[in-house]
């Protein structure tokens, strides 16, 4: 399998229980996670030899986090120590009519003022197949910007093929310090991974379609699909397309388009949802795999989705199925007969 | 903000957790509430000066019931300590066909042997806005109408608002014995709140609908607010409607009548309940919430109706949710995308 | 009431809790069940004096087995105790599109290793009514078939009731093996109960309706019945019909077929399943109970089917509800009102 | 082994896990027991056919009561339902020099107000050996005093052996209540068990030696033993010894007297005690046990304090030992190596 | 009671529970606490009114910190909203010979960038009787000093006693920093209270005994208390102390001076130790509580080291004792009877 | 730092919370361990490259032993897959007077069915410096004593230094085989540790203490370590210890022998044990680091009984410490004083 290489943060997420408010518990579950390191998962999991690089505290709960990825088989011996403090995020998981609520404590995390000396990408990219990121990791601060420029220069001298999840988030940069900092990042990437709301917000594309107000014909979006690649010349451009109902139930669908076949996936009914946070991450984890292991553009897409709607069943940020499992749900019809 | 005063009984729930039954059970969770405290703790959430009035034992049980209620907000210093013991119930959560059980073990509390001895109501009294009790209250004991009575008539001396929720217990006194003691008492209310067997058992009226066998057209329901409102000169007369399609989903609405206009809210698809314990209560405090804060009919139910649709989504009696967050719902589309 | 006798394995069971996988639990709920003592249960429940006959360590392990039992009132006189271990298996509740699944660590258990010396039988049907096994009992090993038809004979001496739920396991054994050891058992045989799976497996019956493919029509069912009916001169042929939307989500209903009358149940939507192991051994006590009680044959499989649905919504094997708890489902709207 | 009987009140235990307070918990681990329920599961474990006479309410609550009971093995077909409460007490567990704390909330209990016509005591005696009782059962009210009074005539008229564990509860009743009530009873009293403050405050003798104080010399005891065998004609008069040094650390001995032969135990140093309460109770099983089984004197009493020092390692009201292990611990060394 | 004002940081607490590690952990038991909140507790359990003042985040976090000292009754409507993020700290609580271990993540904090203008001291101080603060206060940035000093000011202006719990935390500031901060600071000070190594870091005092190498005889003190009482012109020195055996056992005492009268406090042996975080903070309220209830010298020593020895058998930072329950220590021999 | 080899089985293990029996349980606390993956993970710890070579089944939890030791860094790249169950054991963990009870369940194993074709011990031990095995390994199968003797041929070929930890297990074989087997393993054997039990029982040297009667003077083993270092020919012999007081407190020390040199370790008195299974196989990963790591004699020992002296504090099999924690407490005086 590919040596697979992903860049960013990986926080420590303290979540409520079974659906209790922050304001009633007195216990959190705390479990790993951010966007680039649950790919790094997702990959490890389908047998890639998957390297997170990132930068975490020298005390326990740095090395807590580091030993969440090895556990499932992630390489971490390009994680530099040091630093501050990990960064934390809070999760209340919502339940039908209320929404899941997110507080995000990550300023001055260690890896947000990680520099490029913290990193020898040459050393990292020996032998890698591909690299991927996401708009978080340069979102975080300039430092965090800088360091992905360099890996994203040296991955490009050393051929290695580069996917990017749009992964806009509003609390981290305005729209217009996102979209001078991702245009020009752009050039390197093959692989262009994001919703209507990040084409937007990151690259400055308006969707036809009107998603809050509940418009997600597919079809609307093979337009901007076509600007897209056009502009930036990506090989592949994904989404994913998330019908909210309730906290609870969710619709989930994705589109890919690679210059001359745009493809629209089967539509998973979620419900119950356990857990969305990280269902993007382990979709671009299966277009990667997908991608890699030569499927066609069709299965390449159904694999990531169904990939994806298996993260919803799953507690944590990470998706813990391998290559059979999602292939299952892929091939079959989902009734959840028992596997004995 | 406006200071109310509530007065009832406090009880020690022991729940069981995640669907299981009393039974198979070594752990009980436990929470604390009541018609009127939870009433109390809603409008705490809402930047009230709420008060509750009640007696608990000295013991630490009864001590921690207070501390429930102080910890979110709610004035515990009119709460009279002695007696015998804290009122309890448990509480087995349903799902899917199979029905929530509730046990009561309330006989004998310190609050149900209280006496008009008991409270200063005149010193309970000074300052405030609004008095809200239930039809539990008067069900408890004789003493207790009797505390009640007082209360209503120094409420009625210091020009306080009073609300009350009709809220038929079968398990604590018979339809007759009820209308005995609960007609009397019409006469110091200016906001009524119940459902369609509260106002049968309480005070006489029969509905037209058939809401056992599902029948809950709202409109059905006009004229005998009017009838209510025309004998006992209510300011508001205020209705839920639970449409019951299993333990686990519920349909969820309500209606409102100031002896003028009649609104009916909107309807909400409840799925999954995750407590519905105390949801009539937190629908209480949104009305009384509205009125104080002089929203429009409609505004102020669907406000109270909001509220209670994310109480069914929260573990407990009390509802613990923000003004914010009751006006997203009321104003959004309740579509559960992930608050940032 | 009766005295009913069960012959089967008693496993302990790990399962993971809130929908978690197994790769990330530090924690498994261990409960006790297994087909013919989740049956004991269930009558026992139901008021009958039921004894469960199996083999279990001395150690504490087989020890807690007992006990389970015990609790519900189950007599475990006649368990044997010796061998070497308690057969264990692992469960993980699926949710949404992913399935639950079941690892079986059960070799070389103390039951499968049983012999004839370990039971007298002559005892054990001292005053019984009725005998339960399942075809589970005679796939684990030729010596457990043989204490199975040394029961069988002895019962059939002594005028006792035998009932079977043909429970097909591929894990177990092969069609072929299933059959050359079932179908000569079948002569012992007053009440077969099995779906369509196990009747084609066990006994070589292959249904009209093409279940995996979703046809689920009660009525393709009726001729199947009439030649199992006529084959082995069953009393009663009972199978029930799931149909799978998700692991959440079923559908469930049964039919019967007394050589003369063939009826079908109502259809419960199950929605969400808690844990649905077990469901069809809830069935299987249902019938037990309305045959020996004397019900009629519609009433016989409504008891049965509403048992199983309430299953559905009960954590563990074994069906926790008393024959009122039943009743009210069979003859209720399954609306979800609390019970106060 | 021999059939034995007790009487007496069964209890809902609500008890803090893990040192925390009832002020900071938001659970509570629940488990029933009551002193002669203890000894009765006591009894059980060592094989004897134990029967457990009360009256528990109906609902699920008095169900899982007996069920705790079932689980162990003791026979509960004399338990009469109905009334309205199940008892409760609250225990908080201390730690070092902060003292356990417990709770009663046992008034208006189904127990407490049985009357002897709840109870068919010829045929619960039936073919019995042995009757126990507590100091417990006859304070909680005038009632339940005339029930034991009725079970112990009948036990005399049955030739069944009597022994009482004095059992002085200062919540329940006055040192001259219970005098005047325990006295009388004595008569039908063979083995007498209680500790100094049970002689005093039940019978009215006053021990020697100062307890309080920390005087605990054995001898000190050997005296009044004499005066209360010569005055009640107690076939065995027995006391346990408590050294309190903190709430995690005690001294604990014991001495018998038969009239004859004065007998001293080895003194175990409990530490830590994970959880006193019912030690007295598994002192008095141990105590009948070896008597019942013929033993020795001194036997009798090593293995009744043996048993009793292993119940301060038991959470929960009920001792779960066999005879091997407390006959390990009797007859070893307490070193604690592990079993394997 | 008296008004009692502390200012100080408050913080969310992650603990890993029963003695895991942090890096074994997916579990964190949430508490909030930090010097002055832990103070302001223990007073308002002893019946003061107690107000504490900082400043918490918007978010839910930050309520539940307010919430969790509502709670237990101390007052908050003068903690500050705004601000980025909560401090945490990480526990984690050793045994035997593996000491506890402490992460601190409090960098950044709403207080520690809080400034003069968030408070409004005079409003604050208002018939208030006393100021509490420690040298946490001062040393998380100038700004917190800068509000410490202004607080200092207005409370002298208004007559308020003002005691200081020295505090030194290494993590925070060097011993200069810290001298040139404190030492001017003391001359607001009547009650200094610290162990010896607070003494020497904060005040440049350096003890006679030497407490790392196990001497502490509480003679040695009396020099040290001399020189600091003619210094600063205290009215109270106050100081623990702490003789660590290992994780669980700690000997503990303490000492007092009033210029005058020198007192040392009985030892406590406490073992095994629950939790000994916040035990310096239960001792400060202690000899609050006392001076300002007008006990002896000795006695209010006593009272303060027997409630701090209390803490140590508690979970959490805060100390959740009554008046009644501390004296019952202080006045009795400590051996663990069960109160019942 | 070096690669270092195991080669052993992991189980799944099983354990009560707490302190509680197996028969009160219905939660396991699962974790996975076993004498030689307890070793590596030490070595890990320690910053090692440790390789731990066994065979575990395909499904899930063969899946989940695996990740368990990748989380801590061990390599696991030659774990076989396949087979038919992974081995169990129940652990209820003593206090007190109550020892711990191990119950084994690993017949049948994936490991115990090993043969040597499963692994390349040629390929494994490239590069390799140590590899460590225990008297567990031949013990299981005549089939992994074929591995293990394959294994340590190769390991003598490519120059790979060898210690044994002898680790006698009755349950497994007869003190006759193992001498059979054993003695002519210890040919390849550099460095042997065990304890007097171990020595007797499988190299047929009987120590003069009495260790059982509590003679534990370690002089006692001077002359049976020079006998064994003559047969054998080893560089080091090794024993640990343990003085049983209760299962809740021991006495632990060690010695070592270089054929020169005799040294005994410090005693540590550990009070309480958390748990101390693996408790053996720390002190053997002490003794290997310290070895490699060029440490004199007596500071190997120190560092040894050190690190499994922290493992006693420590939940699971495996010790969760670092090279600073175990050095901390070898120079330290363990006074267990709070690391902030």
Redesign the interface.
Known sequence: MAKIVTLGEIMLR?ST???????????????YGGGEANVAVSLSNYGHEAYFVSKVPT???G??AI??L????VHTEFVSRGG???G?Y?L?T????????????R??SSFSEATPQDFNFAEIFQGATWFHWSGITPALSDETAACLREALKVARQMGVTVSCDLNY???LWSPEKAQSVMRPLMEYVDVCIGNEEDAQMCLGFKPDADVQA?QTDADGYKNIFCQMQKEFGFRYVVSTLRE???????GWKAMIFDGEQFCKSRC?D?????D??GAGDSFAAGIIHGIISGMSLPDTLEFAVSAS??K?????DVN?CSVE?VMA?AKGN???????
Chains 1, 2, 3, 4, 5, 6 share one sequence.
Do not use: M
């Not at 919502?94 to 404590?105: F, H, L, Q």
């Not at 979620?270 to 356990?274: E, H, K, Q």
């Not at 919803?312 to 944590?316: L, P, Y």
């Open positions: 303290l229980r079974a659906n209790t408010r922050i304001l009633q518990t007195d216990d959190f579950y705390a479990t005390h326990e709960v090395q807590a030993n969440s090895r556990r499932y088989g501050d403090r990990l934390i809070y209340e919502g339940a039908s009519c209320r929404p899941s609520k997110v507080i995000y404590d300023s001055h988030r509003s609390k509940g909210s109902y309730s906290a609870t139930r969710n998973y979620l419900n119950p949802i356990i969305r946070v709607a298996l919803h069943t799953i507690h944590g813990l499992e749900l989902g009734n959840g007969r028992v596997v004995r």
